[in-house]
């Protein structure tokens, strides 16, 4: 902070840069989450296949993936043993795949409003999870 209490430029912008990077996400969530709604929904489009919606998904994020790393070079490439890779990309990329899976299940049972909530849940039941777990400590109090 600045004389006064006020924000400093920089700071006013990486707070501005912050939020407009919160709206977006949540748009394009929410966006999501129509679209597998209104693909899997009975009433409207019928899609009766979650797991290949979900390898879609997939698809397009590694293609996307690949581009913007190998052709774009928007970030370095890691460079990485087998062994490592076996152990830590891949168990993350199937429970990715099983969750993906599972959510897009849930559209055909769910209200999109419901799902949205249990989407906003999700950062609170991570947290819980790993408090339970011991990897995580409780709420420190701010001094």
């Not at 129509?34 to 489009?45: A, H, Q």
């Not at 019928?46 to 052709?71: E, K, N, Q, R």
């Not at 890691?78 to 076996?86: F, H, N, S």
């Amino acid at each position: 902070m600045g004389k006064g209490g006020a924000l400093s430029e920089g700071v006013l912008k990486k707070i501005i840069l912050s939020y407009t990077y919160v709206a977006i996400w949540i748009s394009l969530s929410f966006t999501v989450i129509v679209y597998n709604k209104y693909i899997l929904d009975r009433k409207m489009y019928d899609w009766p296949y979650p797991i290949s919606l979900t390898m879609i998904h997939m698809g397009f994020c590694s293609s996307l993936a690949y581009i913007l790393v190998s052709v774009l070079k928007v970030v370095e490439p890691v460079q990485m043993t087998r062994d490592i890779y076996l152990k830590s990309v891949v168990p993350i990329g199937l429970l990715y795949s099983l969750s993906l899976w599972l959510s897009n299940s849930a559209y055909i049972y769910l209200s999109v409003s419901f799902i949205q909530m249990l989407k906003a849940l999700m950062p609170v039941a991570v947290y819980s999870i790993g408090v339970l777990l011991k990897k995580k400590t409780g709420l420190k109090a701010i001094p």
